[in-house]
């Protein structure tokens, strides 16, 4: 039997020492019998050997195999017989006979222990096995031959495999994603091929592409096609492609389904089998783009070298995509007629902001989704290296939930939606909050932070202290984007007071970074504004946020640089003096930390259904599901909750008015002070004032912080416990 491995696999393991007392005569010595039966007994017996799950095999100096144990004969499919007084060159293809007795050679030169990890295949399917190889001693500390150790590492290598695969999967949806969200409409058609290149090679997939359906003339448009090498084009051929060609699989598609074929051949004889096999497509898997209820079109995976079945992931994938092309096709439906017809600014304005609302809430989801499952695979065991692509897959899904909030608060602000709260805080509070947020960054970086309040400037003020944090956090983190080595400074300073007595203080944020080039200073408050077409680093929306909520506030923003040495940033704003009299709002404590509350999850999306049940439960929470907001009534009135975690867009009766319902009709009346939290997509201005007013108790946007969820429970719940 042929036993196959990689021999340019093989790496040296730590030294150290071989099997001493061990004596080995040269190959057909007269004593070669008793001397294995001596070296047997030495190493605890042969029924300790035979009993070994590992494969042992034992090789005296000229290669020639002395003993080996059963599970070297079962991996083999060789008898001892056969095995024993041979050489590797007996047993194996030349190449990877030489291969082994050049490592036995260096184990018995070096007098030390090697270790290799590579793909075998004896009888049976591949396997990973790790060997190690030893060298043994005679009684006079000469070295008779090699102690060969085989062990089966098949399933660590496929549990890390798994997770790097999952890991890239998490990689390539939030790429999509980002690449969807920033995409300029003159470059969408390149973006587009780029996504589907990305995605196709990420699933092995032969053939990645988009069809848009024409149904008044009935044909089907291929628009966009990426080919795997040595696959052949088709996007040429399908430009009309007839409807009616498509067969069943238009049907579920137009219902809003998706249509997988694992082996076009097992297709019976018709429309879609006659138009599958000309293109030499083994397997596929489509989905719908659907506006709406109306399928406009699909998007898909062809596999040409073998039939093969599509994965959940590679599902995921694809729908997320398609819900990313309809939006881009909205924007440029919208943004088109906008040019044509020369709408007023106000009805641009109220498109942008349905558009923006649209495409939070698409990216939020499975956001949410990807954030839970990294939360959960930190509750597992990792390396050092697994643990590192889990915190620099969260930190592209952070940045990528910071870049969805700048882009709604750019709206609302020149929507004029965007009112100031102002209320008493703490300076001091302020400046350690912001050095907390920036600590873990800065500390990677050769970069020190520090935030210097002036003597005169009292702590206590009245301001909107969440835009002053933002104001805060857009400067630093910008500042910290630029500069490899060095400082960032921010100074707040006591300017003097206006005639209403309101205090003007100036915060100046400075930097050792690279600089501003002069005639670029005048561009970077503009959104949507680089230095520089080659300086990728952000899609220049915090620098606008921060003029625009410096407007707001009553204040001014200026700032100064200096190529090649550093930039500063000065912004005036005008606060309020507390009352010295009035106390310091106290921190909540937060309700204790407990198990044991029954959770209603009231969600549609099944990989958002999966983590949020898996993070609760592991909190101590028990959990059930209901898909439906009508599902979650009947759920209810079965058996009572402590809390309802409420998703928002479902399908049939919507999260707002199943709140209203549990609220407000008679047959709740027993389960009517149920808390129900909000957890949804929707984070548009005006969302958490319309769930409030449904009767829900408190509102958390996703992608959803579990910490934050878990003290919105406790917060909600207290001590009440429904009736059972």
């Not at 089966?152 to 798994?162: H, Q, V, Y």
């Amino acid at each position: 039997m042929a036993f196959e491995t990689d021999p340019g696999k093989l790496h040296q393991s730590e030294t150290g020492e071989g099997v001493k007392g061990t004596r080995w005569p040269g190959p057909g010595g007269p004593a070669a019998g008793a001397d294995t039966s001596s070296t047997l007994r030495n190493l605890s017996g042969r029924a300790i050997l035979a009993a070994m799950q590992e494969i042992v095999a034992i090789k005296d100096t000229c290669g020639v195999y002395r003993a080996v144990n059963p599970a070297m004969c079962r991996f083999l499919g060789k008898p001892e017989a056969m095995i024993l007084g041979r050489t590797d060159f007996d047993l194996f293809p030349p190449d990877l006979a030489a291969a082994y007795q050049a490592l036995d050679a260096q184990v018995m030169e070096g007098l030390a222990p090697r270790n290799i990890e590579e793909q075998a295949k004896g009888s049976g399917q591949p396997i990973w096995v790790s060997t190690t190889k030893s060298p043994l001693f005679d009684q006079e500390n000469r070295c008779s031959g090699v102690l060969v150790v085989v062990r089966d590492i098949t399933a660590r290598k496929l549990a890390e495999e798994s997770a790097k695969r999952r890991i890239l999967f998490q990689r390539i949806l939030v790429n999509v994603a980002a690449t969807c969200i920033n995409i300029p409409l003159d470059e969408v058609d390149a973006a587009i091929h780029g996504c589907l290149e990305e995605m196709g090679r990420f699933v092995d997939a032969d053939r990645a592409y988009i069809f848009e359906f024409h149904f008044d003339r009935g044909i089907a448009v291929n628009t966009h096609e990426w080919c795997a090498e040595g696959i052949h084009a088709q996007i040429q051929n399908l430009r009309e492609l007839p409807l009616d060609r498509i067969g069943e699989g238009l049907a579920e598609l137009t219902r809003g389904r998706p249509h997988h074929v694992e082996d076009v051949a097992a297709l019976p004889p018709g429309p879609l089998r006659s138009t599958l096999e000309p293109q030499g497509i083994r397997s596929l898997m489509t989905v719908p783009l659907l506006r709406g209820e109306q399928c406009i079109g699909c998007v898909g995976f062809d596999s040409v070298r073998q039939a093969r079945p599509f994965c959940e992931d590679e599902y995921t994938l694809l729908a997320m995509f398609a819900r990313m092309l309809v939006n881009i096709g909205l924007r440029r439906e919208v943004e088109e007629s906008l040019r044509l017809a020369g709408l007023k600014a106000q009805a641009a304005s109220d498109a942008k902001s349905e558009f923006l609302a649209n495409m939070s809430h698409e990216i939020r989801t499975p956001l949410n989704g990807i954030l839970g499952m990294l939360q959960l695979m930190n509750t597992t065991s990792l390396d050092a290296e697994q643990s590192e692509y889990i915190h620099m897959a969260t930190q592209a899904a952070r940045r990528m939930t910071r870049l969805l909030s700048d882009i709604l608060d750019l709206s609302r602000v020149e929507a004029g939606k965007l009112t100031l709260q102002e209320s008493p805080f703490s300076m001091s509070e302020v400046r350690r909050s912001v050095l907390d947020i920036f600590k873990p960054v800065s500390s990677r970086r050769d970069v020190r932070t520090s935030f210097e309040l002036d003597p005169l400037l009292p702590d206590r003020l009245v301001g909107d202290e969440t835009r002053l944090r933002q104001i805060l956090l857009n400067l630093i983190g910008n500042s910290l984007k630029f500069t490899e080595r060095g400082f960032v400074r921010v100074e707040a300073m006591l300017l003097g007071s206006d005639a209403g007595s309101r205090l003007n203080v100036a915060f100046r944020v400075c930097d050792s970074g690279c600089g501003i080039p002069e005639d670029k200073l005048g561009v970077i408050f503009e959104p949507f504004e680089q230095l520089t077409q080659a300086c990728n680093r952000g899609v220049g929306l915090g620098l606008a946020i921060v003029r625009r909520l410096v407007q707001l506030m009553g204040g001014r923003i200026e700032a100064r640089s200096w190529p090649g040495e550093g930039t500063a940033v000065t912004v005036t704003l005008p606060f309020g003096l507390a009352d010295e009299q009035e106390d310091a709002p106290a921190l909540p404590t937060g309700a204790e930390k407990r198990s044991g509350h029954r959770i209603l999850l009231v969600e549609d999306d099944l990989f958002n259904q999966k983590t949020s049940k898996a993070l609760l439960e592991k909190s101590g929470y028990a959990v059930s599901v209901a898909d439906t907001g009508l599902e979650a009534l009947h759920t209810l009135q079965e058996s009572g909750f402590d809390c309802i975690l409420m998703d928002i867009h479902l399908p049939g009766l919507d999260g707002v008015e199943t709140a209203r319902i549990i609220r407000n009709a008679p047959e709740f009346r027993a389960h009517a002070e149920t808390p129900i939290i909000a957890v949804t997509a929707n984070a548009m201005l005006g969302d958490r004032e319309r769930f409030l007013a449904a009767g829900m108790n408190d509102f958390i946007a996703k992608p959803m912080d579990f910490h934050a969820l878990t003290a919105a429970i406790e917060n909600a719940t207290g001590s009440r416990r429904v009736p059972r």
